[in-house]
C-alpha cells in the first residue's frame, strides 16, 4: 500500500520497453539521436505549437530552475505561490541558477493563487528603485502541490495580469497531465493559448524512470536554454534514454492513460475515505492527490499494517486514540482496486 507519492510507484512496461529497444545499437549523442526528432514533433503536435523549442533533462527540479533561469535576470523575483514546489521543495535551486534572484511569495487559497493576489503582490515590487528586486516571471503550478488545479478562466487572469506589467509566465507542470484530465481540455488550451510562455512538462510522476520536457512557445529562448542546461550539468550525453522514455510516454497517449488511471484511483480513494466518519479533507480532490483527516487509531492501524504514507500534521504516538491527523496520500498509475480497498478497511476498522 504505497500512497507516499506517485514518485514512489513502478515505471510502465511500455517504457521498459522502449528504453530497452534503445540499448541495443549506437545511437548520436546530447540530442542528436532519431528518437528525439520523433519527440519534438509529436510535443509541437500536441501543443498545437509548430515553432516550440523542446528540450528534455531528467529531474523536475532542473526542468524548473533552467527554465526560469531563462526569463529571469539576477536582480528580479519570481512571483509564485505560498506552497509551490519551487519554494518549499527546491533546495533554493531556483535561486541557484538564475544567479540570485529572489521568490516573491503570493499568497491564496487551495494552494493557489489569483489574478487580483498576482497584481497586488506585483504593485509592491519595484518601488524602491535600484534599492529592490526589480520584477520577474510568474511561476504557477498545475496540478498544485495540494492536488487542486486552476481552471482555464483562472490561468488566463492570472497571465493577463502578468502580461500588464510585461512578465513572462511559467508553469510548473510535475502533474501537468492529471490537472488537463481533469479539466478536459488540451494542451494548448491550458498553456500558450492561455498565457503561458513555457511549460516543464512532467514524466516522471506519471510513469518514467526520470524525464521532464522544457517547452518554450516562442523559440527566442532556445539557444539560451541550450547554454544555461549544458552550464548547469543537465545536457547528458547518452540522451536517447531521455528520448525513448518521452517517446513511449507519447506514443498512443499513454501520458493520458497513465494520469486517467492515476486520478481514477483517487477518486475511488477520496469516495471510500468520505463514506467513513469522522473523516475530514483539507481541499476537495481534483486530480491524484488527496490531503483528509482521520483518526489516530485508524493511523495506527494502517502503520501496523505497512501502508506508506505521510502524515502531514500531527504525530503518530499519542494517547488519544480519536485525535484526528491529516495525512497526504497520492496515487499513480498502476495503484489497484484491491490496495485501495485494504486501506479503506485499515481506515474504518
Not at 526569463?71 to 519570481?78: F, M, Q, S, Y
Not at 503518530?316 to 484491491?338: C, F, K
Request: with cysteine; charged share 25%.
Amino acid at each position: 500500500m504505497f500512497f507516499a507519492s506517485d514518485n514512489s510507484g513502478p515505471v510502465h512496461p511500455s517504457v521498459m520497453e522502449a528504453l530497452a529497444h534503445a540499448n541495443e545499437s549506437y545511437a548520436m549523442p546530447y540530442g542528436a539521436d532519431v528518437l528525439m526528432d520523433n519527440v519534438h514533433t509529436r510535443i509541437r503536435e500536441i501543443f498545437e505549437a509548430p515553432e516550440a523549442a523542446v528540450y528534455l533533462v531528467a529531474t523536475g527540479t532542473a526542468a524548473n530552475s533552467l527554465a526560469l533561469a531563462t526569463l529571469c535576470n539576477p536582480w528580479e523575483t519570481v512571483f509564485c505561490s505560498t506552497v509551490a514546489h519551487i519554494h518549499e521543495d527546491e533546495c533554493n535551486a531556483p535561486e541557484f541558477y538564475t544567479g540570485g534572484a529572489k521568490l516573491t511569495l503570493v499568497k491564496g487559497d487551495d494552494a493557489k493563487f489569483t489574478a487580483d493576489a498576482l497584481r497586488e503582490a506585483v504593485e509592491k515590487e519595484e518601488t524602491r528603485g535600484v534599492h529592490g528586486p526589480q520584477r520577474g516571471p510568474v511561476s504557477m503550478t498545475q496540478a498544485t502541490e495540494r492536488g487542486t488545479i486552476y481552471s482555464l478562466d483562472e490561468i488566463r487572469a492570472i497571465a493577463k495580469s502578468a502580461k500588464a506589467f510585461g512578465l513572462p509566465v511559467h508553469m510548473d507542470g510535475a502533474r501537468f497531465t492529471n490537472a488537463l484530465v481533469a479539466l478536459g481540455c488540451s494542451a494548448a488550451e491550458m498553456t500558450w493559448k492561455a498565457g503561458v510562455d513555457v511549460v516543464s512538462f512532467g514524466g516522471t510522476k506519471n510513469g518514467l524512470m526520470g524525464v521532464e520536457a522544457v517547452i518554450f512557445f516562442d523559440p527566442k529562448h532556445a539557444w539560451e536554454f541550450e547554454l544555461r542546461r549544458k552550464r548547469g550539468a543537465h545536457l547528458f550525453s547518452k540522451h536517447r534514454y531521455l528520448s525513448a522514455q518521452m517517446a513511449a510516454y507519447l506514443d498512443d497517449d499513454l501520458w493520458l492513460r497513465s494520469a486517467k488511471a492515476a486520478n481514477d484511483a483517487t477518486a475511488r480513494l477520496a469516495h471510500g475515505l468520505k463514506q467513513i466518519e469522522g473523516t475530514t479533507f483539507v481541499h476537495e480532490p481534483a486530480v491524484n492527490m488527496i490531503f483528509a483527516g482521520w483518526s489516530r487509531a485508524g493511523h495506527q492501524r494502517l502503520h501496523d499494517a505497512g501502508a506508506q504514507y505521510y502524515i502531514w500534521e500531527g504525530a503518530l504516538d499519542g494517547s488519544d486514540p480519536d485525535e484526528i491527523l491529516t495525512a497526504r496520500l497520492v496515487t499513480d498509475w498502476s495503484m489497484t482496486d484491491e490496495n485501495i480497498d485494504r486501506f479503506l478497511d485499515l481506515v474504518r476498522g
